[in-house]
């Protein structure tokens, strides 16, 4: 029992920058990865980048590492992804993910709780 909330989308041009944010309330203690994904129209949903809060590592697509940084703060049960250098190419649903299980959470199959998404379009 895991409630994920996006926040933090918007429309911006390329090049430009926005931070998500996702606030998980519930029964958070049992959640050691959040993770982010995103799906664009026509396409399948795919890994953007993770945090394990144990091991206090960091994951990332190839095409975002560089640009993107996933940080947050486990004790106010949120994490962010700071999108800099934006390319219309990222333009997606952004989707919060919280899982339990261990792997390298890269992976749908390793997260159980999901948010509803929040729009991010980059365009001229």
């Known amino acids: 029992q895991v409630q994920l909330v996006e926040s933090g989308g918007g429309l911006v041009q390329p090049g430009g920058s926005l931070r998500l944010a996702c606030v998980a309330s519930?029964?958070?203690?049992?959640?050691?990865?959040m993770g982010w994904f995103r799906q664009a129209p026509g396409k399948e949903r795919e890994f953007v980048s993770a945090i394990r809060w144990s091991a206090d590592t960091t994951y990332y697509r190839d095409s975002v590492r560089g640009r993107f940084t996933i940080s947050g703060d486990n004790a106010e049960n949120i994490v962010y992804l700071q999108m800099n250098s934006l390319k219309p190419e990222d333009t997606a649903v952004y989707y919060c993910?919280?899982?339990?299980?261990?792997?390298?959470?890269?992976?749908?199959?390793?997260?159980?709780?999901w948010g509803q998404g929040t729009q991010v379009t980059v365009s001229s």
């Open positions: 519930g029964r958070t203690f049992t959640v050691d990865t």
């Open positions: 993910a919280a899982g339990m299980r261990d792997g390298y959470p890269i992976g749908i199959s390793d997260y159980d709780y």
